[in-house]
């Protein structure tokens, strides 16, 4: 394995390699190939005047370390050893976090049994300090919260990743190489023994091309030549800020018990790294793949979604879900509803809509599956990343690894 690493290594010494897109895992992915000189020359493309603006710029900032991914999988080890990673790179860079921990409530009996298997997952997965806690330990670190049970995650934390994201533009430009904002990737071209891209300025001779197109990954991968086996459809997150008030009912990052009936985590309470508190995010099925308001809309988004066999598969499998969504984001009511039972003190004074979302890139299958693990798509001098979900801005550099040794194993 190291001897064929050591070729491959060698084969790509003197080569291009361009990376589309300037999220997260995109820099992370980069910053591998900088890192282990893997090519002579690497170019990042991103459409936008500075990286990390869609969904790495958009999210919880939640350190996520693995608790409820299937043990064995892709995912739950990305995550694992993906927050190891980042923590580490936080500290050595001096990016704001906060290890501050996680709640999560079972507010049911029903909630209780799944809790015991999310505990167990955790376990599996070899999470530190896991464990129940006390009413009077409940009690004392989180006074407002009401809960049959509630399970303790020390490891998780919060972190700012858009800043992340420009420590790891600034590292690859202070290594030599290129981060182009401002520069949309159009086409590939291959031409046999190289490729060249098509872009919104020049065009480059590159060697390699690695995809990392977030909410336009599925566009990108067609663009290349590759039809891909599922499509992206963007569902957004809402969020509520929290007043000043509202932001002391939470001292950690409570959640709820996840439901597997359903295909997303319910709404919960985020602490904010730069302070303050937040409330969300719900996922409601949007009609703009980068539209962030609730009447965003693009005709050719909405028609890629509504084009798909899978979204009308989804919509029959979970059409009360759907609705719900709906109704949490134009029904203020219901997201408090929701909100409440986790810190039924909470009230609607205390909610500021100042309208923050995000639009997650949720890749789904032809039958109608949201596909929940990464998903990469290897072909000559080309790999595509498909799907990339939560926690994928906290593994990014987990993930950036196991990407760079894909190419090499090309
Ligand atoms: C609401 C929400 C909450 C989340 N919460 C968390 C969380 O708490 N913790 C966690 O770990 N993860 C979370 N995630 C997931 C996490 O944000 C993503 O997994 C991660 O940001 C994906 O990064 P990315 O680089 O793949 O995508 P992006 O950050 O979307 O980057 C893709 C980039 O590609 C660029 N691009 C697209 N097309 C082109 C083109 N043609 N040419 C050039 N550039 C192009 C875009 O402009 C963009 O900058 C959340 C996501 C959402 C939406």
Redo the contacts with the bound molecule.
Sequence with gaps: MIDSMTHAMSGKHNQTLCV?????????SALQASERGVFRKIIV????AE??????????????CGLSYKPGSEKARL?VD?IKRMVAFCQKHDIPHEICGKVVVAVCEEDVARLKELEQRGRANGLEGLRWMSKEELAEREPHVVARAALLVPQEGIVD?AAV?RKMRDLLTQAGHQVLTG????KLHDAGNQLTVE??GDPMAVDFLLN??????D??CQ?SGIRPSCRIIP???E?FRLNHEGGELVNHLVYPTPNPAFPFLGVHF?RMIHGGLEA??N?VLAMKR?GYAKTAFSLRDAFAAASWPGLWRFLAKYPLVTLREFENSLCRSAFLRNLQRLVPGVRNEHLLDDGF?????QAMAADGNLLMDFLLLRAPRQLH?LN?????????LAIGEHILNQILDH
């Design positions: 589309v897109g300037g999220g997260i895992v995109g820099l992370a493309l991103e459409k936008e990286v990390g603006r869609h969904q790495t710029g958009h999210n919880s900032g939640v350190l996520h995550a993906g990743f994201a520069v949309a990737f159009r872009t919104s990392c197109g977030g909410l336009h990954a566009r990108i663009a569902f957004r997150g969020y985020t969300g995010p996922a980068e979302a995000g639009v997650r890139a990343v990339a979900p939560s926690p994928g801005a906290t593994a990014a």
